[in-house]
């Protein structure tokens, strides 16, 4: 895996197999979480404690789809980058298909693109991250939160994630292209990309995010309306016991409240579904 700490591409890979579609074949794959770093320039970090009291509330600048005032609220943190951050993206919108028109799930997307130290050859893991969230941004201030997540599905689509066989990613020629694709005007598109006009926008998001615990893509935090009994707790240890890593870590950190939990890495569908499943039991 890419790691802006190191530009290792392994060490923190979390051995956690899973199946995904890609190109229409079901590949076997390890659930990674791609780690990250505060930019150097940012403010700095508040003091952790327990991690909800750092979780930004939902506003009028998030972009959500679904129900904004669902019982249930998946707040992502990704980097249009990242390649299990593109696995888990279709997995969310299977997950919206099927959740989102009863009006019990909501999914807030957040822009949270990797930065780090540049590696021996000069490169950055993810060297047109910020750009291609910039981007997604340009499209939610000019089309509305519609053709924010238009963009957002298309990019996603279409981007040859980094790795080291694409390790320079999407060509950034496509943007513009995507831009047109969902129907808004290129120009304003090209001029609110070139001014940089979301640049902060997107440091103070890295900036939440690591104060809340947040050091990788995808990770997403689950809010409740309500907090859930302990015997939800246990259920919830026991669905991500096979997941833990090699040091017996979970890939799930609970609230003290119990109406938060921090979900790291592109868990199976089958997985998300049946911790969604849990919140509607109690």
Known sequence: MESTQDSKETNNILNIPTAIVVAGAIVALAIIFTRTQSPSDTKTLVKQTSFEVNVKSISDSDHVIGNPNAKVKLIEYSDPSCPYCKVFHNTMRKIMSDYGPSGNVAWVYRSYPLLGKENI??????????????????????????????????????????????????????????????????????????????????????????????????????????????????????????????????????????????????????????????????
């Open 121 to 282: 050859n000069g490169e950055i893991p993810h060297p047109n991250a910020i750009n291609e969230s910039s981007a997604m941004e340009c499209a939610g201030s000019l089309g509305g939160n519609e053709k924010f997540w238009l963009y957002a599905n298309r990019l996603y689509e279409i981007t040859p994630s980094v790795t080291k066989s694409s390790p320079k990613g999407l060509d950034q020629k496509e943007l513009p292209k995507i831009a047109q694709f969902v129907g808004l005007n290129v120009d304003d598109f090209n001029n609110c990309l070139s001014t940089g006009k979301f640049k902060d926008y997107i440091e103070k998001n890295i900036v939440e995010g690591l104060n809340v615990g947040i050091d990788g893509t995808p990770s997403s935090i689950i809010v409740l309306d309500t907090a859930f009994p302990a015997s939800v707790k246990e259920k919830l240890m026991n669905l991500y016991e096979p997941f833990k890593g090699p040091t017996g870590e979970y890939p799930i950190r609970i609230s003290a409240d119990s109406k938060m939990i921090i979900m790291m890495g592109a868990l199976p569908i089958e997985t998300i579904k049946a911790t969604l499943n849990l919140f509607f039991a109690y």
